[in-house]
Every structure is written in structure tokens, then in C-alpha cells.
């Protein structure tokens, strides 16, 4: 007997596990099941993010994502119960620019706080006062997220989206898209690994890295690719009172991990090949990573690389921003990827966002309209200049 649902999640992840928790919570009374063929999510990025949440972006609706983000990562016991937790830690985000970059940084600054955000320009003296461990040279200001900004537990978060969506109902299923069937212009089901297939009112794509490959299942084209990304675990043996998430101009980024500090950068452009594999090349560190640690922190000089891994972006090849909602051709195929490195912190958002837009047929709560898939097909991106 053939089975049907009116809502197929392909990807059952932080944004997965997201939208079919929102579309619970919301009330939707129609059938759910959220497909993932990696149950452990070892694999998956969720599972291997850094786990950002910040407020320091310069498009208002990556602001607004992030906000509302924020307030449900404050609010986690009132949303999913009194054992809830993600182990938010609210540290602050500093984003440092050089004189080049100062007069996008004072824009961007002067958006965040306009909608809300607890955002500050800090100049050097005053960098120099609040974090005397670092050095100061080449900056001309930074910004700093006084509050709402830090990062959270990844796996944490994505296992309480999941178990809400199926204590509501949603249905998970371990198996693998293989095929989209399509019938008069629309997504009529999901053909699975396994053999079995599903009939569907509604498809969505919300599978990170492979996103490109699902979408090709229906025939839609979609500019996203995986770009691997390498985080080292290091030992510092100095103390850096005070370290949020730093972030230098040249896309290096650093934060404290109990007694050690995560960090990376992303590679020059002509050295960052799709690829989905997991090696780690520790010589990136020795020439990429570890100088310009050693350039704004003295005191990395001296730093102990204790662990490693690689995770992977869903990388927006046009404007490293989200690609939100239906295709403009195939109105029941609904895609959320291309995050390009902060879909978990926009995850919350992203579920509420989709949840609407199958319910309603359109975000009522956030306007994500200048994020769908209509600027893929003219070329109008919608740049974020905060991409790290």
C-alpha cells in the first residue's frame, strides 16, 4: 500500500527538525515525516558547527533571524519544558575591521542597533582596555555584541526540535531520498533507498550540504555546494579574560571551549574546492591558522593543537545568503539551504519562517521574501558582507 504525507522533509537536521517542530507547534493537523539517512547526524554540519548565534549582520533579515533566535535560545525551558537546555553562553562577538573596513562596520552597526541589537563600536584604546591580551595593531574599531550574542550546545538544540516534532506527531524516517517524482509541473512524491516511496502534498529541501543534489531530483538547478570547513582545538596555557567570539579582519575566528579555544578561517578562494570529505589538514593550521592567531593573540604563540574535525557549508555560490521558500515554478517544493555557515542559528527562525509559509503559503512572522529562490534566477543577490 503506497503511503502518502502532505508535508516530505527531506533532511532531518537542526533546519529539518525545525520546520517540522513548527509546523506541530502551530497546529497543522496534516501528516509530517521528515526523511534522514544519517540518524546518528554524525555526519551532518548541525552536529559539527561551532554553534555561533550573533546579531552582527548587515541584511536586516539575517538580523531579524537571529533575533528571533536568540529569544528562543533565552526562553528554552518556557519552549520545550524545565529540562531544557542548550548551554547558551551569552559571551559576546567581536568583529574587528581595519580602516578600509571601518565605514561598512559603522553602517552595519548603525542597522543592528536600529533594530534592536545590543551592539557597540568599540575603538582600539578601548579594545586595548577590554581585552589587553590582544593586540590592536592594523585595527581601526571593531563591533562588539555586549548582549544576545554567544553560542549554544548544537546538539542540544537540534535533539529538542526533533523530539518536540515527534512528541506532535512528525514522523522520521531512516532512509535516503533518491528521486523526486514530478507530475504536472509539481512535486507529487519521494522515492527512497530503501524502495519505498512516499506521496506528498508538500517537499521540502532542508539538507544542508546535499541540497544541490536533492534539488537536481526535480530538476531545479541550485547554486549550493559543499565547502569544507576545518576546526582546530587548541591549549592555551595564558588565560584571556573576557573572549567572546573574536573574529579578525582577515576571517580568522577564535573562541574559548571550557579550558581551550575553538578556531579556523576559511580558506583563499582558489583553494576552497567542493569536496564532501572529512580529512583534516593539519598544514593549514601551521600556515594559515596558526600565524595569524599568534599576529592578534601573543600569547598563541605558544598554543597546542589537542583535536580537530571538518564540517561542511551549505555554501551559497550567489550571495552566501539563505535560499528560503518555494520554487517559483514548482509552488509545492519548498527549499531552506545555502545558509553558507549560520543555518543553526537561524534554524528557529528558518522552522518558523517555512512552518508559515506550507500553512499560510507565506512568512507572516518575518518578510524572508528577498531570500527566495526568485534572485537564483535573475542574479540579484542579496549580499551579506558578515560571512565567516
Known sequence: MARSADVVIIGGAVVGSSIAYFLKRSGFAGSVVVVEKDPSYQHCATGRSVASIRQ???TEENIRLSQFGLALFRGIKEEFGPEADVSFRERGYLIMATAEGR???EQAIALQRRLGADTELLEPGEM???FPWMSVEGLAAAGWGRTGEGWVDPHALMTLFRNGARARGAAYEHDEAI???MRGGRAAGVRLRSGAAIAAGTVVIAAGW???KVAAMAGVDLPVRP???LVFVVDCREPLPGAGLMIDPSGLYFRPE????LTGIQPPEDADPDTEDFEIDHAFFDSEVWPRLAHRVPAFEAVKVTNAWACHYDYNLLDQNAILGPHPEIGNLLLACGFSGHGLQHSPAVGRALAEMVIHGRSTSINVD???FGRILTGAAVRELNVY
Request: hydrophobic fraction near 30%; aromatic fraction near 12%; charge should be positive.
Open 56 to 58: 552582527q549582520f548587515t
Open 103 to 105: 565605514a561598512n562596520l
Open 128 to 130: 586595548r582596555r577590554r
Open 179 to 181: 528521486g523526486i517524482d
Open 210 to 212: 546535499h541540497s544541490a
Open 227 to 229: 565547502k569544507k570547513r
Open 258 to 261: 571550557g579550558k581551550f579555544f
Open 370 to 372: 528577498r531570500l527566495g
